[in-house]
């Protein structure tokens, strides 16, 4: 192995329990190539079309797919590293961190660009890469599933430092710098940036604490109130309830607590997109509703689909004051079921939820 293809292997290893998964090697040279040059024919192939911006308040997250035909209204450059490692972005969200980025050097601050844009089928090949190395079970765990990664939309950037003139890009020495970050959140709305994944709202995002990944909303004032509110852009749009509670795991002799952990953040994220309601509870039932029946029926609600396993939890909650099309207004709902499953390769799949 030459020093590079352990470098690379390194770096493969190092994608680690992230929404960003790739958190690869520094950039250092800013050479910029367009992948936007076209013909005069598609010019105006693309003038006819040019109703299709995209829309930079987009939500992409677990529950949301990078919506289709995406690429097609993007536009994006790509900047070669020092390493020869491509990093493509969306054009209006490089320029708005190139500005950042100067910004932050004249406090003494250095960010790089280390991984922004990803396709659906490189974030199928980080998948199967993993898989590889570490399993199914790590891998789905760890790896965003292909078409539900922020970084499909090109808007979603993450950064690592430079200190002292040493690149510092693995996750496990980057939080060691809280009070550069600090700085570095202070000044991304004036740019157009959000803050992504913020302390306590993975029950609402789906992902712990990144403070280097950034998402393009293009938009200083609507970027401003997100970051002076402390808000996720779920909590923005409005398509979620931001109520939480601690979860009761109950007792497992199946699952590990970091099954059932995990397992509980899916409930709560689709819990999360009930717009109004209020969580009071949520306990894990027990490993009594693991029976051939209910794996049977979870199998025959998705063509395909092989669950070898079930996992059962329950939620109280109550409905919107006011009511909706889904809730009878102020009401208490009492042990309302999820049903979650496996198959052989490991993974939560949220399957049915909900009175049947
Ligand atoms: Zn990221």
Same mark, same amino acid.
């Given at each position: 192995m030459n020093k590079k293809t352990i470098a690379s292997f390194i770096i493969a290893l190092s994608i680690s329990l992230t929404a960003c998964g790739n958190m690869g090697k520094p950039i250092v040279s800013d050479e910029v190539v367009s992948k936007t040059e076209t013909s005069a024919k598609e010019l105006q192939d693309d003038t *006819?079309? %040019?109703?299709?911006?995209?829309n930079y308040l987009t939500l992409v997250? %677990?529950?949301?797919? #990078?919506?289709?035909? !995406?690429e097609n209204s993007l536009e994006t450059v790509t900047i070669t590293n020092s390493l020869g490692d491509d990093v493509e972005v969306e054009k209006k *969200?490089?320029? *708005?961190y190139v500005e950042l980025k100067a910004e932050l050097e004249k406090d003494g601050i250095n960010v790089d660009l280390a991984s922004a844009r990803r396709s659906v089928e490189e974030q199928q090949g980080v998948m199967d890469k993993f898989i590889k190395t570490y399993g199914a079970e790590y891998a789905t765990k760890t790896v965003a599933a292909p078409g539900y990664s922020e970084h499909h939309t090109g808007l979603a950037l993450d950064l690592y430092l430079n200190i002292d003139g040493e690149d510092v890009y693995s996750k496990k020495d980057m #939080? %060691?710098?809280? /009070?550069? !970050?600090e700085k570095i959140h202070k000044k991304i709305s004036e740019y157009g940036f959000i803050l992504r994944y913020l302390e306590d709202k993975e029950y609402i995002t789906g992902y712990g604490y990144e403070p280097w990944h950034l998402r393009y909303i293009d938009d200083v004032k609507i970027a401003?109130?997100?970051? *002076?509110k402390g808000l996720t852009l779920e909590e923005y749009l409005g398509v979620v309830n931001s109520s939480d509670v601690n979860v009761d795991?109950?007792?497992? /002799?199946?699952?590990?607590? /970091?099954?059932?952990k995990e397992a509980a953040i899916q409930v709560k994220c689709k819990f999360a997109t009930f717009k109004g309601c209020e969580l009071q509870s949520v306990r894990y039932i027990g490993d009594g509703s693991n029976t051939q029946d209910n794996i049977r029926w979870l199998n025959s609600l998705n063509e395909g689909a092989e669950y070898i396993k079930v996992a059962e939890f329950i939620t109280d909650f109550h409905t919107p004051k006011e009511g909706s099309e889904s809730f009878i207004a102020d009401q208490d709902v009492r042990a309302y079921p999820w049903w979650l499953a496996q198959n052989k390769d490991g993974g939560w799949h949220l399957v049915k939820w909900g009175y049947y």
């Amino acid at each position: 192995m030459n020093k590079k293809t352990i470098a690379s292997f390194i770096i493969a290893l190092s994608i680690s329990l992230t929404a960003c998964g790739n958190m690869g090697k520094p950039i250092v040279s800013d050479e910029v190539v367009s992948k936007t040059e076209t013909s005069a024919k598609e010019l105006q192939d693309d003038t *006819a079309n %040019k109703t299709q911006s995209i829309n930079y308040l987009t939500l992409v997250n %677990k529950l949301n797919s #990078v919506p289709d035909g !995406w690429e097609n209204s993007l536009e994006t450059v790509t900047i070669t590293n020092s390493l020869g490692d491509d990093v493509e972005v969306e054009k209006k *969200a490089y320029d *708005a961190y190139v500005e950042l980025k100067a910004e932050l050097e004249k406090d003494g601050i250095n960010v790089d660009l280390a991984s922004a844009r990803r396709s659906v089928e490189e974030q199928q090949g980080v998948m199967d890469k993993f898989i590889k190395t570490y399993g199914a079970e790590y891998a789905t765990k760890t790896v965003a599933a292909p078409g539900y990664s922020e970084h499909h939309t090109g808007l979603a950037l993450d950064l690592y430092l430079n200190i002292d003139g040493e690149d510092v890009y693995s996750k496990k020495d980057m #939080v %060691k710098y809280t /009070e550069i !970050w600090e700085k570095i959140h202070k000044k991304i709305s004036e740019y157009g940036f959000i803050l992504r994944y913020l302390e306590d709202k993975e029950y609402i995002t789906g992902y712990g604490y990144e403070p280097w990944h950034l998402r393009y909303i293009d938009d200083v004032k609507i970027a401003q109130e997100i970051t *002076a509110k402390g808000l996720t852009l779920e909590e923005y749009l409005g398509v979620v309830n931001s109520s939480d509670v601690n979860v009761d795991l109950g007792t497992s /002799e199946m699952y590990t607590e /970091e099954e059932l952990k995990e397992a509980a953040i899916q409930v709560k994220c689709k819990f999360a997109t009930f717009k109004g309601c209020e969580l009071q509870s949520v306990r894990y039932i027990g490993d009594g509703s693991n029976t051939q029946d209910n794996i049977r029926w979870l199998n025959s609600l998705n063509e395909g689909a092989e669950y070898i396993k079930v996992a059962e939890f329950i939620t109280d909650f109550h409905t919107p004051k006011e009511g909706s099309e889904s809730f009878i207004a102020d009401q208490d709902v009492r042990a309302y079921p999820w049903w979650l499953a496996q198959n052989k390769d490991g993974g939560w799949h949220l399957v049915k939820w909900g009175y049947y």
